[in-house]
């Protein structure tokens, strides 16, 4: 078992920044990929960005690419999301997960945080 927790989601204006962390905890966090996806009402949920677990493979989603960042830090049980240049479509709930499979499938990811509520207000 691999637990999530995510932290940092907020409300923020159009154009401004925020930074979403997962810590993790359990079995071996090096040995897993580790992706971010998101939720907004009456959509279905989006991964968005996707590192692997030695940080050699990322992947994001043309929604995303150019604005925002996956990173990890293998010794602290963390990867994180830098987001910049917000905008009023960012406004989701976003959620880390684990998997020991490809990281850009989003049905072979097994661990899920919770999520955090990100709102770009404009």
């Known amino acids: 078992q691999v637990q999530l927790v995510e932290s940092g989601g907020g409300l923020v204006q159009v154009g401004g920044s925020l930074r979403l962390s997962c810590a993790a905890s359990g079995r071996t966090f090096s040995n897993y990929g580790m992706g971010w996806f998101r939720q907004a009402p009456g959509k279905e949920r989006e991964l968005i960005a996707a590192?692997?677990?030695?940080?050699?493979?990322?992947h994001y989603a043309d929604s995303v690419k150019g604005r925002f960042t996956i990173s990890r830090d293998n010794a602290k049980n963390t990867v994180s999301l830098q987001m910049n240049s917000l905008k009023p479509e960012d406004t989701a709930v976003y959620s880390c997960?684990?998997?020991?499979?490809?990281?850009?499938?989003?049905?072979?990811?097994?661990?899920w945080g919770e999520g955090t509520q990100v709102t770009v207000s404009s």
């Open positions: 590192i692997s677990w030695s940080a050699a493979t990322i």
């Open positions: 997960a684990a998997t020991r499979s490809s990281i850009w499938t989003p049905a072979w990811y097994d661990y």
